[in-house]
């Protein structure tokens, strides 16, 4: 018993050593050619999510100031519908580009084709009528609020789309994500009050109005293109893109017929477009390009960073080109809505 028992154990003191007989075995060369890819690899995938998260941060805070930069003397020369239509035909345009990449990369399947189905394509034209007419109300917004305070009221959103989330999905939301919509609500009236007038609030009651209409046609739209991307996961996200910006295109030509006709024959599709008008239009396809960039290169994470700092780098800038007045209490409500906006993060991290 004895002998076996210290055979064991010798056996087991030379597994040890075969173990340090095998790392000695491998060339040190090796092992450090693969410290050096690991090591390139992270910083590679570094480098590209904070080249993602400028890009969106800048793109975000921009937004704001572009459409409200594009006004001349109060108002937009330029016809909102074109502007909106053009924002619809890039965005198509560079899912196309990005079809064309894949198609000459990896040829032509089943999911990356453009053909489709009539059950397929049918349910793109309500996110389609849903976006076009966010997207016109957030023009015609800025009559009642400044940049910074759009930025603000725009973090609505997060509330809407979790409520839907909750009623059209069926997803269950954290006890931390309906206590950072309560946060967010404060941060946002917060950085609304103004002590400077008789009135408590800075931005009229239209305003609000509009940013609740806005967010909630964004969240019901956003909720619902993600079942349908769910649908069919297997299907490339450039072909959905594709089909949803053709229809945008299409809603947006009826605005325009309704709306703009008379102005667009008689003074021409492109009247009143400046340099600012044209930043502003690729500003808009863009965003949507970033934001699809994060889902697949970074994280929500990023997405939550990008937005506080983008309130608050809109809030900077439009003082030295507005002339904006960066009170305490909209500082102050920044950071409450930063925070809110990073709970609901952490909470559905943690769901």
Known sequence: MEYRKLKDEDNDGGGGAGDLESLRGKPLSAITVSNVASNSSEKSKWKRKSMVTLALTVLTSSQAILIVWSKRAGKYEYSVTTANFMVEALKCALSLAALARIWRNEGVTEDNRLSTTLDEVIVYPIPAVLYLVKNLLQYYIFAYVDAPGY?????????????????????????????????????????????????????????????????????????????????????????????????????????????????????????????????????????????????????????????????????????????????????????????????????????
């Open 151 to 351: 930025q603000i009221l725009k973090n609505f959103n997060i509330i809407s789309t979790g409520i839907l989330y909750r009623i059209i999905l069926k997803k269950k939301l954290s006890e931390i994500q309906w206590a950072a919509f309560i946060l967010l609500c404060c941060g946002c009236t917060t950085a609304q009050l103004n002590s400077n007038s008789d009135h408590v609030l800075q931005t009229p009651i239209q305003g609000w109005m509009m940013a609740i209409v806005m967010a909630l046609l964004s969240g019901f739209a956003g909720v619902y293109t993600e079942a349908i991307i769910k649908k069919r996961p297997s299907r490339n996200i450039n072909v959905q893109n594709f089909w949803l910006y053709v229809f945008g295109m299409a809603f947006n030509a009826v605005a325009i017929v309704i709306q703009d006709f008379d102005a667009v024959m008689n003074k021409g599709f492109f009247h009143g477009y400046s340099f600012i008008t044209v930043l502003m239009i690729l500003n808009h396809a863009l965003s949507g390009i970033a934001v699809s960039m994060v889902m697949k290169y970074a994280d929500n994470i990023v997405k939550v960073y990008s937005t506080s700092v983008a309130m608050l780098l809109t809030a900077v800038v439009s003082v030295f080109l507005f002339g904006f007045h960066l009170s305490l209490a909209f500082f102050l409500g920044s950071i409450v809505v930063s925070v809110s906006v990073y709970l609901h993060s952490a909470g559905k991290l943690q769901r």
